[in-house]
T-cell receptor
Framework: QQQVKQSPQSLIVQKGGISIINCAYE??????FPWYQQFPGKGPALLIAIRPDVSEKKEGRFTISFNKSAKQFSLHIMDSQPGDSATYFC???????????FGDGTTLTVKP | GAGVSQTPSNKVTEKGKYVELRCDPISGHTALYWYRQSLGQGPEFLIY????????DSGLPNDRFFAVRPEGSVSTLKIQRTERGDSAVYLCASSSTPGLAGSITSTDTQYFGPGTRLTVL
């Protein structure tokens, strides 16, 4: 049973546009929600993360919006650049719980 | 400082053989995780170590998979009697001791290695 569902599977955006990727989780015990970026042949790298006590977190061009009641969170990439082209994964887990769950990924292509 | 390293970067083996995959975590990180990533999918949790002990091994698919971390640093993932379905990228990650609820600190972040691509022929 997949506990984290991510959409869309792929996304094409023009340079300068906004990329939006969505994630839904099931386990209400989760309290840590990161987004990871992965380039081909590399391991995932943390992009930004949020805890459920806030509804939004912004770091540069990247913003996480969090809706605790709907059990959903999303990644917004403002002013998308060709260098942002990568696969993005949402994840969630409970602090001190160890076991983490990742979404299936979104392949983002930013066209110049 | 150095990040998480994994060796080998690529491993090709034959069905039925035994393989060992190694992970060197970031120095001082007490938590270590193994994941398996198949093509087009997200990392799938296998096992989590806190120090030397396996705190959660519920993701190991069957008893052919085993992992150790005898001194609380380097970890080895061992796969016996490999099957073609074991072919995937095996990722290792490490983090500091999980932080307190209500705060996000670097202790929550899992830092991933580049992975070992395992191909079972």
């Amino acid at each position: 049973q997949q506990q984290v569902k991510q959409s869309p599977q792929s996304l094409i955006v023009q340079k300068g546009g906004i990329s939006i990727i969505n994630c839904a989780y099931e386990n209400t015990a989760f309290d840590y929600f990161p987004w990871y970026q992965q380039f081909p042949g590399k391991g995932p790298a943390l992009l930004i993360a949020i805890r459920p006590d806030v509804s939004e977190k912004k770091e540069g061009r990247f913003t996480i919006s969090f809706n605790k009641s709907a059990k959903q969170f999303s990644l917004h990439i403002m002013d998308s650049q060709p260098g942002d082209s990568a696969t993005y994964f949402c994840a969630s887990w409970g602090t001190n719980a160890g076991k983490s769950t990742f979404g299936d990924g979104t392949t983002l292509t930013v066209k110049p | 400082g150095a990040g998480v390293s994994q060796t080998p970067s690529n491993k090709v083996t034959e069905k039925g053989k035994y393989v060992e995959l190694r992970c060197d975590p970031i120095s001082g990180h007490t938590a270590l995780y193994w994941y398996r990533q198949s093509l087009g999918q997200g990392p799938e949790f296998l096992i989590y170590f806190q120090g030397t002990g396996a705190a959660d091994d519920s993701g190991l698919p069957n008893d052919r998979f085993f992992a150790v971390r005898p001194e609380g640093s380097v970890s080895t993932l061992k796969i016996q009697r490999t099957e073609r379905g074991d072919s995937a990228v095996y990722l290792c990650a490490s983090s500091s001791t999980p932080g307190l609820a209500g705060s996000i600190t670097s202790t929550d972040t899992q830092y991933f290695g580049p992975g070992t691509r395992l191909t079972v022929l």
